[in-house]
């Protein structure tokens, strides 16, 4: 069993179309972090949550401890969006290592 | 602002070759991270330097070693390369006040 869950795998959509990639977790965590990674490109960090919600222009991301639940929306999704969407958790006490998910890719069409 | 700097970019090795990724950071960050990353997999931890003169060992370490030179550097060796250890590898380091981690841009490395 994977610690840390992401849904879909895969996800294609329309430009402007809501987007929200959902991340479950099994472990006690310190933080969780939203990254973004582009085809053939490096590893970008858009958030780290260890509560509530943040907001980053059209990227949201919640965070629910009680049920070990995270969602990165994507408001008026565009064709560069299109990316791998990884989830990854630090687990309390693991001097700082992450757990990753296995990533979303998502293809946005104009 | 540099954040983590790697290199080489791009290298390609003979099967039995040595090389040493470079890393670097200017952030002060305390810990670093090497990871590896296969086709359709995730990130897999090979190494990791929790402060400057620790070094331990992730879930991939065979066949690779890394040396926390200072604050500022961590590199990873290859001693006798395989093609197995084909891969992109990133290093990262971590701020461990805020648990906010920076990549560096990645080196894909090709054994044949």
């Known amino acids: 069993k994977n610690e840390v869950e992401q849904s879909p795998q895969n996800l294609t959509a329309q430009e402007g179309e809501f987007i929200t990639i959902n991340c479950s977790y099994s472990?006690?965590?310190?933080?969780l972090h939203w990254l973004q990674q582009h085809p053939g490109g490096g590893i970008v960090s858009l958030f780290m949550?260890?509560?509530?919600?943040k907001k980053h222009g059209r990227l949201i991301a919640t965070i629910n401890i009680q049920e070990k639940h995270s969602s990165l929306h994507i408001t008026a999704s565009h064709p560069r969006d299109s990316a791998v969407y990884i989830c990854?958790?630090?687990?309390?006490?693991?001097?700082?290592?992450?757990?990753w998910g296995a990533g979303t890719k998502l293809i946005i069409k104009p | 602002n540099a954040g983590v700097t790697q290199t080489p970019k791009f290298q390609v090795l003979k099967t039995g070759q040595s090389m040493t990724l470079q890393c670097a950071q200017d952030?002060?960050?305390?810990?670093m991270y090497w990871y590896r990353q296969d086709p359709g997999m995730g990130l897999r931890l090979i190494y990791y330097?929790?402060?400057?003169?620790?070094?331990d060992k992730g879930e991939v370490p065979n066949g690779y070693n890394v040396s926390r030179l200072n604050k500022r550097e961590f590199s990873l060796r290859l001693e006798s390369a395989a093609p197995s250890q084909t891969s992109v590898y990133f290093c990262?380091?971590?701020?461990?006040?805020?648990?906010?981690?920076?990549f560096g841009s990645g080196t894909r490395l090709t054994v044949v």
């Open positions: 990262a380091s971590l701020r461990q006040s805020n648990y906010g981690y920076t």
């Open positions: 952030m002060n960050h305390n810990s």
């Open positions: 330097s929790a402060s400057e003169g620790t070094t």
């Open positions: 472990v006690g965590i310190s933080a």
């Open positions: 949550l260890s509560s509530g919600k």
């Open positions: 990854a958790v630090m687990e309390a006490d693991s001097n700082y290592q992450l757990i």
